[in-house]
């Protein structure tokens, strides 16, 4: 594997850069604030504050650039320009390789140069992704492809994120059982190493299309063997204008259904068919096919859930179908792995209720309800803040780690788009087709 410094990998050189990186940003947002309190414009400022956050976090890659994605959906994160800017940056390949640089990936991954390989590989990337770059190509046969290409040192980039990680899991563990975050630091720590082998991926997309059989609207791409390794992927191509685009376009009401609609089936319903959850549903990783289908990309971090976790969130699913709370939540997620921790078993129990009761209010209504306006994130969070004690005793299995993930990125995903809807008869479909899988 060559050995390129495309990458930056040092420890304390990435911290550094993300420890600049924040204290800029910050200063940036909160002069925004003031000027907006002062009933001034918006800064032009505020772009170069969101496009030196993609730089910076696209120079650095790996986990960093997973961390830009998480800024473009999250409400919080940044005030909504940014967010916009981000997100759309996101799309254009940052700091990308050179052509050189992608054929000595692919000649030491797969014997031969592209132009060898493939009857025609374009030059120019189409996207860069947290830890490889994609370009298109086509087969001998005429198969239209798409490759991702591993960056060269984002291995070593990404130890070096999870150690920073480390010393502050490590650190808080020691404070007791209360802040000890090890085994999700494990988890996540282990999802990003499965990220990095593309053989994974390629079986783990093999595995989401086979849970998605029962959708036909949902588009797959199919893994091309013969020219996939450990750092070349090779999966047919999808064409159509990502989420994204359609956010920007103004579509109908009717359209931000229709697409809200198949982003539910693209998570739940792998999940209530075969336990098998796509982990990574930021806008990028959707796209708008001609036919009216939705392509679902980037199984790197898909995940197959434990029984007892899926059968507990099933039986959730299941009640919000027909219209009922999800009730003894507490008890419930006790049986799917949770702990509760402290004096206070019942007051952990009745937290556990009320989360439930905001993240169920799209589906305990049978009126349309807007996603747009939809103040969950914001809602779930004050109940975290006003009893930090109690949420602290609230113990989840590390598998939930990426099952949540999935979750709040569709939630974030049709806030974004802005659907309204009624979501009750969504579930009852994907329950339908779940107990015929």
């Known amino acids: 594997m060559p050995d390129d410094d ?32 002062l009933g001034g414009e918006a800064s032009p400022d505020l772009r170069k504050a969101a496009e030196r956050i993609l730089g910076t976090l696209g120079e650095l890659k790996g986990a960093a650039l997973k961390l830009g994605q998480a800024l473009a959906m999250d409400p ?118 499965r990220e990095l082998d593309y053989v994974q991926e390629a079986e783990q997309c093999r595995a989401y299309a086979q849970a998605a059989r029962g959708y036909p609207e949902l588009a797959v791409p199919e893994v091309v063997p013969d020219l996939s390794s450990l750092r070349v992927l090779c999966l047919t191509r999808l064409r159509g204008p990502h989420l994204l ?61 434990s029984e007892p976790f899926a059968a507990t969130y099933r039986s959730f699913l299941e009640a919000n179908a027909q219209g009922k709370r999800a009730m003894q939540v507490g008890p419930a997620l006790e049986r799917a792995g949770f702990r509760f921790i402290g004096d206070d078993v019942q007051a952990a129990h009745e937290f556990c209720q009320r989360l439930a009761d905001i993240v169920e209010r799209p589906i305990q209504t049978d009126e349309p309800y807007d996603f747009g306006a939809d103040p969950m994130v914001q809602d779930v969070r004050r109940l975290v803040q006003s009893q930090p004690r109690v949420a602290l005793a609230v113990k989840p299995p590390a598998e939930a780690i990426l099952f949540y993930r999935a979750a709040t990125g569709l939630a974030h995903d049709l806030r974004l788009l802005k659907v309204k809807g009624r979501f009750r008869p969504i579930l009852r479909e994907i329950e339908a087709r779940g107990r015929l899988a």
């Open 6 to 37: 495309h990458v930056q990998t040092g420890r304390l050189r990435r911290l550094s850069r993300l420890a600049y990186l924040t204290a800029r940003t910050t200063g940036d947002l909160l002069a925004q604030q003031a000027r907006r309190t």
């Open 76 to 193: 919080d994160a940044l005030p909504a320009e940014a967010r916009r800017i981000v997100a759309r940056l996101l799309a254009q390949a940052p700091q990308r390789m050179s052509f050189e640089q992608v054929a000595e990936v692919v000649r030491a991954e797969l014997g031969h140069d592209p132009d060898e390989l493939f009857a025609a590989f374009d030059r120019e990337p189409l996207a860069a992704a947290s830890l490889g770059q994609v370009h298109g190509a086509r087969l001998r046969d005429g198969r239209d492809v798409v490759v991702k290409v591993q960056y060269p040192g984002v291995d070593r980039a990404l130890e070096s994120d999870l150690a920073n990680a480390a010393v502050l899991v490590r650190g808080l563990s020691l404070t007791g059982e209360t802040l000890d975050g090890r085994p999700y630091y494990e988890e996540v720590r282990a999802s990003l190493l």
């Open 245 to 305: 685009e359609l956010m920007e376009s103004n579509p109908s009401d009717e359209e931000r259904y229709r697409v809200g609609r198949l982003l539910a089936f693209a998570i739940w319903g792998p999940f209530y068919a075969a336990r098998r959850i796509h982990a990574d549903p930021h806008p990028g990783n959707f796209l708008l096919l001609p036919d009216g289908r939705l392509g679902v990309l980037d199984f790197g971090a898909t995940k197959l859930l």
